[in-house]
């Protein structure tokens, strides 16, 4: 067996090592520690995450996606799923998927223990994505990321024939 090192192969260790904490900056309860997978053995256009959720945590906001597909595996811990504006408790070998468009969607863990999960899906050049609870909308292409108001959205029809 080859145990040299292998730009294709990512140990578990690995993914420990490079862990980072994230907290959403609309959501004061947002805190996540994880390690993006995929981009460490260099997938493009795909993620997948490992991902731990402290007690009394939540992951993100509140979501919607237009374009790109999510989902999420429970591998440890209870927490609760906010899926369509209806709560949903998950555990370990529970699986969440959102096509696109999808509906909103939330993470939370009110358990005493870490809740453990993979999350993943498609990463385009262009996403936009609903946050229903705080009536924002944003667009990123690329790196850039722009948030308007939701509220403010003009309709724009384009007339016959044009």
């Known amino acids: 067996m080859q145990d040299k090192p292998n730009l294709y192969l990512l140990r578990a260790a690995e993914a420990v090592e490079h862990a980072q904490s994230f907290s959403h900056p609309w959501n004061p309860r947002s805190e996540i520690i994880g390690t993006q997978l995929a981009r460490m053995v260099g997938l493009k256009r795909t993620g997948v995450s490992l991902v731990r959720v402290p007690p009394g945590k939540e992951s993100f906001v509140y979501h919607s996606h237009?374009?790109?597909?999510?989902?999420?595996?429970?591998?440890?811990?209870?927490?609760t799923a906010r899926i369509d504006d209806v709560e949903y408790e998950v555990g370990a070998g529970d699986f969440?998927?959102?096509?696109?468009?999808?509906?909103?969607?939330?993470?939370?863990?009110?358990?005493?223990?870490?809740?453990?999960?993979?999350?993943?899906?498609?990463?385009?050049?262009v996403e936009i994505a609903d946050f229903p609870d705080l009536g924002r909308r944003m667009l990123r292409r690329g790196n850039e990321i722009q948030v308007y108001d939701s509220a403010a959205a003009q309709p724009f029809s384009i007339p016959p024939g044009d």
């Not at 597909?69 to 429970?74: D, F, H, T, V």
């Not at 939370?108 to 498609?122: F, H, K, Q, T």
């Open 66 to 79: 237009q374009t790109e597909e999510e989902w999420i595996y429970i591998l440890e811990g209870r927490g």
């Open 96 to 125: 969440m998927g959102f096509p696109t468009p999808s509906v909103a969607h939330h993470l939370m863990n009110a358990s005493g223990a870490d809740l453990v999960y993979l999350m993943g899906g498609e990463h385009h050049e």
